[in-house]
């Protein structure tokens, strides 16, 4: 069964420069989320998207932003990167509130040198 | 307020003896609660989920959980554990928006041979 797919599994940076990460979500689910889980930290909510706005926010920076597009898939984009920005970057989807069936991508992992 | 509450970060047990992880949350409406997994360097893997009905849960892995509305709990048990299932293991409660999830602090279970 097709699961949530996000691109690039692994992504190096350096200071200062951009990033943008991928998510595709289970065919016809029409919500995303986006969590950042910091090395041996729970999950810290970002921002999530329902039918292509955005449903809630959460602690995501300034220099972060993100959208999702017709297709339901969204792109996480991070200007200015920061050592602490180093991190596994997880999308999850859901169909609408069904949040009871929630399923999380494998993460993306982004080391900022 | 919602929250979730994992009342052991470091759990270490024997192979073989039994385990439980305890979960407390908070919240003012219905929920639904989950416990996910995190094998050293992958993503989130659901192992179960409290939906509504029965009270005991059983999810993948031999695991199971009982949710107590009560006592606000929803510890996950295992009767008897493998070096396998040493791992990170979150609790999880959707909002009442269904527009983010909120998670514990994680606890770290070591199984030791």
């Known amino acids: 069964a097709a699961g949530v797919i996000q691109s690039p599994r692994h992504l190096i940076k350096e200071k200062r420069e951009t990033a943008t990460l991928k998510c595709y979500p289970i065919?016809?689910?029409?919500?995303v989320y986006w969590y950042q889980q910091g090395p041996g930290q729970d999950p810290q909510f970002l921002i999530s998207f329902y039918e292509k706005m955005q449903s809630d926010k959460g602690s995501i920076p300034d220099r972060f932003s993100a959208q999702q597009f017709s297709d339901y898939h969204s792109e996480l984009n991070m200007s200015s990167l920061e050592l602490g920005d180093s991190a596994l970057y997880f999308c999850?989807?859901?169909?609408?509130?069904?949040?009871?069936?929630?399923?999380f991508g494998s993460g993306t992992q982004l080391s900022v040198l | 307020a919602q929250s979730v509450t994992q009342l052991d970060s470091q759990v270490p047990v024997f192979e073989e003896a039994p385990v439980e992880l305890r979960c407390n949350y908070s919240s003012s409406v219905s929920v639904y609660l989950f416990w996910y997994v995190q094998y050293p360097n992958q993503g989130l893997q659901l192992l179960l989920k409290y939906l509504s009905g029965s009270t005991l849960v059983k999810g993948i892995n031999g695991f199971e959980a009982e949710f107590n509305k009560s006592q606000t709990s929803f510890h996950l048990r295992k009767p008897s554990v493998h070096i396998s299932d040493t791992a990170e293991y979150f609790c999880?409660?959707?909002?009442?928006?269904?527009?983010?999830?909120?998670f514990g602090t994680g606890t770290s279970l070591t199984v030791i041979p």
């Open positions: 999880v409660l959707p909002s009442n928006t269904g527009n983010q999830f909120y």
């Open positions: 999850a989807s859901s169909l609408g509130t069904e949040n009871e069936k929630l399923f």
């Open positions: 065919p016809r689910h029409d919500t």
